[in-house]
C-alpha cells in the first residue's frame, strides 16, 4: 500500500482536499425510533433494502446499515479535526487517511467501507479491513476497536429484528414488537442529534468532557408511571426527576472507558405465557416472571461506537488526551452513580439496579445484568424478594445466605414428553420477625427423585457472577488512566508544544487545565522544551494553529519551522539526548486499560439457559471478544497484503 504525500505538513488540513470527497456533509442515524412506521431513519433504511424489488428488512440489512452509520461517524470526526481543530500532527494524519496510488483510491478513515450483507463478524472485519481502516485506528487508539464496532453493528441488527421481520413498508408496527423500543418520549433521535452535534461541532474544540459526563445532575432517582402518547400507563420509569421531568442536563452520558451510554430505566410487565410454561406456588398462586427491564442507553447504537472510539483516541496519547477534564469526570461519575444506588435501594428498588452494576464474566467487567424474564420469588406477605441487596455491594452475591435456593421448585423432564411442573409445589419465602430478612422455603427430598430437575433461584447465570459498583469496577479506573497518562506524557513527550494550557487570544484552554495543578505542570514543561535538545523535533505548523504565542518562543529557540528543516535536526540528534524526557525522573505511562462494560444487548438470562448466546461470538466484549475477533482480523489483513 502506497501512501500518497498531497497530504502536506500544514494543519489545517484544506477542506476541499481529495480525501474527504467520500465524507458525507450530515450523519444520519439508520436505526428507528419508538414510532418505527413513522420514522425517517427506518423509511430511509427501507429505500436501501437489497434485492430487486425487496421491501423486506432482514438482519443483514440493520447490520450492514449499522456499520455504515460507524463508518459516516468516523469520517465526519476527523474531517472535523483535520479541518478545525489544528491540532493534528502530520505523522498521526498520515497513519489515518492517505490515498492508495496503486488503486487510486481513498484508504483509511476516510474511505468508504464496502460493507457486505451479512452478519457473520468475520465477513465484517474483512470488509472493514479492504480498506485498511481498521489498521489505521489500531494507529491512533490505545488498543483495537474493530472487535467492538462489529459487535455493537452485530448486535444492534439481531435486538431490532423482531421489530421488522416480514414487514412491508407502509405497514404498522404492531404494539407487541413496538414494546422492544424505548419509549418515545426518551429515545426519539437522541442517537443521531448526539452523533451530529459530537462530529461536526465538538470534535472541533478542545472540551470534550460533556461527552463522557453523565446525562442527568445527581439526585435522587424515583419511580414513576411510565406513559404513552395516549396518556395510557404502560409501566414505570426509575429516573432522577426534577418536578416531573426527567433532569436532563445536557450532557451525552457516554461511560468512559466503555462501548456504552448510562440512560434511564423503563420497565414493562410482560403478557402470560402459555399454559404449559406456568408455575405455581403450593397456594394455588403463579410464580411469576419479571417484566422487560430497559436500561434506554443501550439504543443508542451511534453514540455507543463514536464515543468508544474517541475514548481509545484520548488513552492513546496526543493532543486529544487532554481534551477531558478528568478531576471532574471522577467527581461527576462519583456522585452520580452514589445518587442512583443509594436511592434505588432506600426505597427498595434495588432489582432494578442489575441493569447499572458491574458483572464479572470470565475475568472481565461487564455493565449491566438483565433481571428482564427473571423468576421472581414471593414471602408469604406479599413482598418480593430481592435479588440486589445491601450486601452485594458488600460481598458481590445477589440474594442472601438465608434467601437463596437451590431448588425453588422442580420440573418433571422425560424423554418424549413435554417438560412440566413436578407434583411437589414450594412453598413462598418467610421473612425473619426482627432482621426482616427474607428466608428461603426448606428442601425436601421429592424435589429431586428420577426425571426431576431443579430450578436454583436466583438464577445459575445470575449468581455466578460477581458484581461491583460499576463506577469502582469500569468507569472510574479508566479516568484515573487517563488522568496519570496526561501527567507522565507531558513529563516524557512532546505534548506541550500542542496544547493550550491557557486561553490565547479566542482559543480556550484545554480542558484538562482546569485543573490547576496539571496547568502548572504543563507551563513548566514548557519552559524546559524550550531549553531541551528535543525542541528540534517540535512539528512548528502544529504549534502555531494551537498556540501562535508560544510557537513564536519556539522559533526563537532555533525551532525548524518547515518539513526539510525539522528533517535535518531529526537526523543530527539521532541517538543524541535529544530524544530524552523532559523530565527524566519522570515515570512512563501504564500501558493503556481495555475497554470494559462488555457490549449491549446481551442475551437475556432466560435465553442463556438453553446455550450459547444468540450473538455468538459477537456479543462477547473486551478481551474474549477480542481474542475471537483476532482470527477475522488476521485473516482479513493477510488477504489484504497479498493483493498488493
Known amino acids: 500500500m502506497v501512501r500518497g504525500d498531497e497530504i502536506g505538513l500544514i494543519m489545517l488540513i484544506d477542506p476541499n482536499s481529495r480525501l474527504f470527497d467520500r465524507v458525507p456533509d450530515l450523519f444520519v442515524s439508520p436505526f428507528p425510533g419508538a414510532d418505527s412506521y413513522a420514522d425517517d431513519a427506518f423509511q430511509a433504511l427501507m429505500k436501501r433494502a437489497s434485492g430487486s424489488g425487496s421491501r423486506t428488512v432482514g438482519r443483514e440489512l440493520l447490520t450492514r446499515a449499522g456499520g455504515q452509520a460507524w463508518n459516516s461517524a468516523t469520517q465526519i470526526l476527523w474531517k472535523t479535526k483535520a479541518t478545525q481543530a489544528g491540532d493534528l500532527l502530520s505523522d498521526i494524519w498520515s497513519k489515518v487517511s492517505w490515498i492508495d496510488t496503486q488503486k487510486d483510491t481513498i484508504a483509511g478513515v476516510l474511505a468508504e467501507v464496502p460493507f457486505a450483507l451479512t452478519t457473520d463478524p468475520a465477513k465484517l472485519v474483512a470488509s472493514i479491513a479492504s480498506v485498511a481502516l481498521d489498521a489505521a485506528l489500531d494507529a491512533v487508539t490505545a488498543v483495537p476497536v ?13 435486538a431490532l429484528i423482531p421489530l421488522f421481520e416480514g414487514l ?11 414494546a422492544i423500543l424505548p419509549w418515545r418520549r426518551y429515545s426519539s433521535d437522541t442517537d443521531q442529534q448526539w452523533v451530529r452535534a459530537f462530529v461536526q461541532v465538538e470534535a472541533a474544540g478542545v472540551d470534550w468532557t460533556p461527552m463522557f459526563s453523565p446525562p442527568t445532575d445527581a439526585r435522587p432517582w424515583a419511580l414513576a408511571d411510565g406513559v404513552d402518547d ?33 440512560g434511564i430505566l423503563q420497565y414493562r410487565g410482560r403478557p402470560q405465557p402459555p399454559h404449559s410454561a406456568l408455575r405455581f406456588y403450593s397456594d394455588g398462586t403463579l410464580i411469576h416472571l419479571y417484566g422487560d427491564f430497559t436500561q434506554t442507553g443501550d439504543f443508542y447504537p451511534s453514540l455507543q461506537q463514536l464515543a468508544g472510539t474517541t475514548w481509545q483516541q484520548i488513552a492513546a496519547g496526543g493532543p486529544d488526551s487532554y481534551k477531558v477534564d478528568c478531576v471532574a469526570l471522577e467527581k461527576l461519575w462519583r456522585d452520580w452513580f452514589t445518587a442512583l444506588y443509594t436511592s434505588a435501594m432506600d426505597q427498595g428498588h434495588g432489582d432494578w439496579l442489575l441493569g447499572y452494576l458491574a458483572r464479572e464474566v470470565h475475568g ?44 425453588m421448585y422442580s420440573d418433571l423432564v422425560l424423554k418424549g414428553k413435554p417438560r412440566t411442573q413436578s407434583g411437589y409445589l414450594p412453598q413462598k419465602w418467610s421473612r425473619d420477625a426482627k432482621t426482616k430478612e427474607y428466608i428461603a422455603p426448606p428442601l ?38 487517563v488522568a ?19 486561553a490565547v487570544g479566542d482559543k480556550p484552554a484545554y480542558a484538562a487545565f482546569r485543573d490547576a495543578s496539571l496547568r502548572a505542570h504543563c507551563i513548566e514543561m514548557r519552559k524546559r522544551l524550550l531549553q531541551h535538545p528535543s525542541r528540534m523535533m517540535v512539528e512548528y505548523e502544529t504549534a502555531r494553529e494551537v498556540d501562535p504565542e508560544y510557537a513564536s518562543a519556539l522559533k526563537d529557540a532555533g525551532v ?40 449491549p444487548f446481551d442475551p437475556d438470562p432466560e435465553q442463556d439457559r438453553g446455550g450459547p448466546g444468540w450473538l455468538g461470538p459477537a456479543v462477547l466484549g473486551g478481551a474474549a471478544l477480542a481474542t475471537t475477533i483476532a ?3 488476521g485473516v482479513a489483513r493477510s488477504r489484504r497484503t497479498n493483493a498488493r
Not at 413498508?169 to 414488537?177: I, T, Y
Not at 400507563?233 to 468512559?256: H, R
Open 364 to 407: 472481565e467487567w461487564r455493565f449491566g445484568a438483565s433481571a428482564s424474564g427473571v423468576l421472581c420469588a414471593e414471602a408469604t406477605d406479599g413482598t418480593t424478594v430481592p435479588l440486589v441487596t445491601r450486601g452485594t455491594f458488600q460481598n458481590g452475591a445477589l440474594a442472601t445466605p438465608r434467601s437463596r435456593t437451590s431448588c
Open 146 to 158: 474493530v472487535g467492538w464496532i462489529v459487535g455493537i453493528v452485530a448486535g444492534i441488527g439481531q
Open 444 to 481: 425436601y427430598a421429592q424435589t429431586r427423585g428420577p426425571g426431576m430437575t431443579c430450578v436454583p433461584w436466583p438464577p445459575g447465570e445470575l449468581l455466578l457472577s460477581k458484581y461491583r459498583r460499576a463506577d469502582d469496577a469500569i468507569v472510574l479506573p479508566a479516568v484515573r488512566a
Open 168 to 178: 412491508l413498508d407502509g405497514d404498522r408496527v404492531p404494539p407487541e414488537r413496538r
Open 484 to 502: 496519570q497518562l496526561q501527567r507522565r506524557r507531558l513529563s516524557r513527550s512532546l505534548d506541550c508544544a500542542y496544547v493550550r494550557p491557557d
Open 230 to 262: 395516549e396518556s395510557d400507563i404502560i409501566g414505570q420509569v426509575l429516573a432522577p426527576f426534577s418536578g416531573k421531568s426527567v433532569a436532563w442536563n445536557g450532557a451525552y452520558g457516554c461511560l468512559p472507558g466503555t462501548f456504552r451510554v448510562a
Open 560 to 599: 525548524p519551522t518547515n518539513a526539510i528543516q525539522r528533517g535535518a535536526a531529526k537526523f543530527g540528534l539521532r541517538g543524541s539526548a535529544g530524544a530524552e524526557a523532559l523530565d527524566p525522573k519522570a515515570p512512563a505511562p501504564d500501558r493503556p486499560v481495555p475497554p470494559q462494560g462488555g457490549l
Open 631 to 633: 482470527v477475522a482480523v
